[in-house]
């Protein structure tokens, strides 16, 4: 079965750091690009930053390059999401999500994990 | 980049069709056929719906249907039914260096 657990998420102080873990199971990981997608309290979703399959190039939204930095380990099955400098704005859920195409991050999402909860507050 | 636009809320009764709108622009929707849509339901993770446009995942079922006319894309729901009750959101492709932009969410009531 085709799994994606994160993992990481807590309540945190302003202009702390965070690491966000994605597990995934059941499919060849080192093969797919990856996304994380996070959704705040009440809101629509908003796509924060993803790679490629081959060649792995990164993108970030707006409102966390600079902050946030994604990155895989091939040997793991894992997806990071290392958080720095975080902001009240940053709470959210957060989730990681496989795209259809593997090796296209930004061409829909068929897999989606649980998420996980992240708290920005003092 | 700015979110896609969705109206906050439609409505609809057990057996109708309900439709509900995506609307972008020339560098998002309208330039290339790479929307989706996803169902997600309160405390829930979202479930693709559609995908390029109008491709369903298997499993998915065919009550659901997505088509584009110009910048607005569209995810109709036919005979609806009580579950499907649920936040809907779509997704483009962008020509934007984050290549991703989702809408607000549409929130669907089954009267």
């Known amino acids: 079965e085709v799994q994606l657990l994160e993992s990481g998420g807590g309540l945190v102080q302003p202009g702390g750091s965070l690491r966000l873990s994605c597990a995934a199971s059941?499919?060849?990981?080192?093969?797919?690009?990856m996304s994380w997608v996070r959704q705040a309290p009440g809101k629509g979703l908003e796509w924060v930053s993803g790679f490629s399959g081959s060649g792995g190039s990164t993108s970030y939204a707006d409102s966390v390059r600079g902050r946030f930095t994604i990155s895989r380990d091939n040997s793991e099955n894992t997806v990071y999401l290392q958080m720095s400098s975080l902001r009240a704005e940053d709470t959210a859920v957060y989730y990681c999500a496989r795209p259809v195409y593997a090796d296209y991050y930004y061409y829909g999402m068929d897999v989606w994990g649980l998420g996980t909860t992240v708290t920005v507050s003092s | 980049q700015s979110a896609l636009t969705q109206p906050a809320s439609v409505s609809g009764s057990p057996g109708q069709s309900i439709t509900i709108s995506c609307t972008g622009t020339?560098?998002?929707?309208?330039?290339?056929?790479?929307v989706s849509w996803y169902q997600q339901h309160p405390g829930k993770a979202p479930k693709l719906l559609i995908y390029?446009?109008?491709s369903r995942p298997s499993g998915v079922s065919s009550r659901f249907s997505g088509s584009k006319s110009g910048n607005t894309a569209s995810l109709t729901i036919s005979g609806l039914q009580a579950e499907d009750e649920a936040d809907y959101h779509c997704s483009s492709y962008t020509s934007s260096s984050t290549h991703v932009v989702f809408g607000g969410g549409t929130k669907l009531s089954v009267l």
């Open positions: 390029d446009v109008t």
């Open positions: 059941g499919f060849t990981f080192s093969s797919y690009g």
């Open positions: 020339s560098s998002d929707v309208g330039g290339y056929n790479h």
